[in-house]
């Protein structure tokens, strides 16, 4: 535990082991700035978060060398990950990170990476366990303009018959599906976070207060409810598969039990 009325409290979080490892780990830090926050103590709280920020620094590097030839979204997505984690650490009912801080810390990062993806219209192709490959695919919005064809076009050339992207029906159809899919959900509130993830694009704190609940729990439904929705869509697709395979006409079935040899090598006669 933290000795909080150490004088020298500034090198004891600093200490490390013979083995490289701090003595005090990060989720202690965590609950020593809440304990200092609770008590007003500011300028421990801001020792002890500089403490975390430094430790946890080299993790937002690594994760997010993917943006490295874009130096400001790089800036902007570590920017966001330390004022996530600063905010997180002196929220009391944040209890995930106190629990298992190193996937606390993995998760923050992947979600103001994609966040800072999504918002600038980025893409990554990702590998069979979910990380990202290479650069991420991008058009310029200069470039956007250029590839959609103009209403100037005669209707016998090429591009005429390109779909429009923001077709009002495709659209339509597109809402009456998710709210057909969200349906196999029983509990409101995982319908709830189902939307407010995949469809608002929230940040997991947001979600969790927006459903009054805590972080870990939000996630932790959202996944059960995604297993459990791609359950559902493949037996959608296996039951809708049985009721396509062909049928053999009545006919046909008539003829074959017609000519069905017996056991003396004669055709049977109805």
């Known amino acids: 535990m933290i000795n ?8 004891q979080v600093r200490r490390k082991t013979p083995e490289g490892r701090y003595v005090v ?3 202690e830090l965590v609950l020593a700035i809440r304990a200092c926050s609770a008590q007003g103590d500011s300028e421990r709280v801001r020792l002890l978060s500089e403490v975390l920020a430094e430790r946890c620094a080299p993790e937002f590097q ?3 060398q993917g943006l490295r030839h874009r ?6 997505a570590i920017a966001n990950m330390f004022e996530h ?3 997180e650490a002196l929220d009391p009912q944040e ?3 106190t629990q298992n801080f190193p996937h606390y810390l993995r998760c923050l990062c992947a979600d103001e990476f994609t966040r800072v993806l999504r918002q600038e219209g980025l893409h990554y192709r990702r590998d069979s366990e979910g990380r990202p490959l290479g650069q991420p695919q991008h058009i310029p919005r200069a470039l956007i303009g250029s590839l959609q064809t ?3 076009e005669e209707d016998g050339s090429p591009g005429a018959d390109v779909a429009d992207p923001q077709d009002a029906y495709e659209l339509l159809h597109a809402a009456e599906e998710s709210v057909r899919i969200l349906a196999y959900l029983a509990d409101p509130l995982d319908r709830k976070i189902v939307v407010l993830r995949v469809f608002e694009g929230l940040k997991w704190d947001d979600i969790a207060q927006l459903c ?11 996944e059960k409810a995604r297993a459990y929705l791609r359950a559902c869509l493949d037996r959608e697709r296996e039951e809708l598969a049985a009721t396509q395979l062909p049928q053999v006409p009545q006919h046909l079935q008539q003829g074959s039990a017609q000519s069905m040899p017996t056991a003396h090598g004669q055709n049977q006669q109805r």
């Not at 909080?4 to 090198?11: C, R, S, Y």
């Not at 870990?216 to 439904?221: A, D, E, G, N």
């Open 212 to 222: 009054q609940r805590t972080e870990r729990t939000v996630r932790l439904r959202y």
């Open 150 to 152: 103009s209403p100037s």
């Open 71 to 76: 130096p400001e979204l790089r800036e902007e």
């Open 4 to 11: 909080l009325q150490d004088p020298a409290l500034k090198e």
């Open 95 to 97: 209890l995930f990170m």
């Open 25 to 27: 780990s990060e989720a």
């Open 85 to 87: 984690l600063l905010r």
């Open 62 to 64: 690594r994760r997010t």
